[in-house]
């Protein structure tokens, strides 16, 4: 990975610099990124095409680059949102998450600095924002059932947090907006929050989805980014945004009934594994995303072993199925 060193002013192609024009548009987006980029531009051996999304932390355009010849996201970072610790320690982890490759993961091709331009080029995935999907009606694509197309998503969400989780690397703000849905129903997690514990906790969006502990200002870990993919869980099986109370803390007893109002019985041991992914109580909630991931599959597999929730009606599933009475699903 390389990082552009600064240059003087004059000394910038300029392709990438044009002249701004005194308008409110051009001296809002000179503030914000440091240059006014638009169709044509180049930065970092990409030339940028159309912007697809503007976000709290920057603006993502789709690029085409040149070497080698692909299509890529370039995402160019708010002036606001930079300071020197904190690239830094971006710079350090957007290196290792590079050289991370993972079905389940965006991956990060190049940080990069030009003038007063930070960006981030990474992969570019056709799909669609998991939270633009079900906030339209939609569904993850697939001849599933509903509950298992949810699951294997989520499983494979599990998988890739697994590999990064064993770099170090955090992701800190997970969401449903953070998941890329392709046209077979995989997801792909992207935006790493690199570096930075404060930066999730400003975006409305992304709260909601945040353990009681880092609300309180506490840091991120591994349970963290757990609890994110279970609130993702329940957004997917449930098709709401999961019910959170005026603090923004999950409410156990709505979401259960969300669960239950899917539609569909859930498979034997799925609720449980919900509510325990987004458990308030750190020390009671699953520990990290192997642990995770495999609790998932094992309510793919259909085994018992994946309800594990203290509930009364979890412990009398279990004897049920002991004296072999009752129904299937938990």
Avoid at 9 to 35: M, T
Avoid at 187 to 205: K, N, Q, T
Avoid at 260 to 289: F, S, T, Y
Wanted: glycine share 10%.
């Amino acid at each position: 990975m390389t990082l552009a060193l600064a240059h003087p002013l004059l000394s910038l192609a300029p392709e990438i610099f044009r002249p701004l024009k005194v308008d409110a548009a051009g001296h809002r987006e000179h503030f914000l990124y440091g240059c006014r980029l638009q169709p044509g531009s180049r930065l970092g051996g990409c030339v940028l095409e159309k912007v697809l999304e503007e976000g709290a932390l920057g603006v993502v355009w789709l690029a085409q680059q040149a070497h080698p010849a692909r299509k890529v996201v370039v995402k160019v970072l708010r002036r606001d949102r930079v300071d020197s610790n904190g690239l830094s320690r971006f710079q350090s982890q957007a290196s290792l998450l590079a050289s991370l490759e993972h079905p389940a993961l965006v991956q990060v091709y190049d940080l990069g600095r030009e003038g007063h331009v930070h960006f981030l080029v990474r992969e570019y995935v056709e799909g669609q924002r998991l939270d633009k999907l079900l906030g339209s009606g939609g569904k993850i694509p697939g001849s599933l059932p509903r509950w298992e197309r949810a699951v294997r998503l989520v499983a494979g969400l599990a998988s890739g947090l697994k590999a990064s989780h064993s770099r170090g690397i955090l992701h800190r703000a997970i969401w449903s907006g953070n998941v890329l849905v392709d046209s077979l129903g995989n997801g792909r997690l992207l935006d790493f929050c690199m570096g930075d514990d404060a930066r999730p906790l400003e975006i409305e969006s992304v709260r909601r989805f945040l353990p009681a502990e880092r609300l309180a200002g506490l840091p991120a870990d591994e349970k963290t980014d757990v609890y994110g993919l279970g609130m993702i869980l329940l957004h997917v099986l449930s098709g709401q945004l999961p019910p959170v109370d005026a603090a923004l803390h999950m409410d156990r007893r709505l979401a259960r009934r969300s669960l239950r109002q899917g539609g569909a019985a859930l498979p034997r041991g799925l609720e449980a594994v919900c509510l325990d992914a987004v458990e308030k109580d750190p020390d009671r909630r699953i520990p990290d995303a192997r642990e995770f991931s495999r609790r998932l599959k094992q309510v793919l597999a259909g085994s018992p072993e994946a309800c594990r929730s203290r509930t009364l009606r979890c412990m009398l599933c279990r004897l049920g199925k002991i004296l072999r009475v009752g129904r299937p699903a938990c």
